[in-house]
Nanobody, 123 residues
Framework: QVHLVESGGGLVQAGGSLRLSCIASGYIPRLNTMGWYRQAPGKQRELVASITSGGNPNYANSVKGRFTISRDNAKNTVYLQMNSLKPEDTAVYYC?????????????????WGEGTLVTVSS
């Protein structure tokens, strides 16, 4: 079983910064793409940013230039540095990880989610 634990959420004023962290633990033969999603009240969960095991990032248009995703493969950890925060960034932020497990026929990927951390940006 793989567990993802997020930290770093909180209340911040508009224009401020927060740094989210997510640590993956458990049996992790091969950790692939990790990412951050968010869900605001009354809205669907959306991708914020993701990063491959090789370090290639991908960002939602709404956060480009303000957020930076990074990872430490030795620690199975992914980070999200959020700068110039806006009230519309208020949401529960979820960590996601794609983990490959060895099977007799090859590798099988499974998706895991953290429980989320609340980010509130006041105007």
């Amino acid at each position: 079983q793989v567990h993802l634990v997020e930290s770093g959420g909180g209340l911040v004023q508009a224009g401020g910064s927060l740094r989210l962290s997510c640590i993956a633990s458990g049996y992790i033969p091969r950790l692939n793409t990790m990412g951050w999603y968010r869900q605001a009240p009354g809205k669907q969960r959306e991708l914020v940013a993701s990063i491959t095991s090789g370090g290639n990032p991908n960002y939602a248009n709404s956060v480009k230039g303000r957020f930076t995703i990074s990872r430490d493969n030795a620690k199975n950890t992914v980070y999200l540095q959020m700068n110039s925060l806006k009230p519309e960034d208020t949401a529960v932020y979820y960590c996601n990880a794609d983990v490959d497990f060895p099977k007799s026929t090859g590798w099988e990927g499974m998706d895991y989610w953290g429980e989320g951390t609340l980010v509130t940006v006041s105007s």
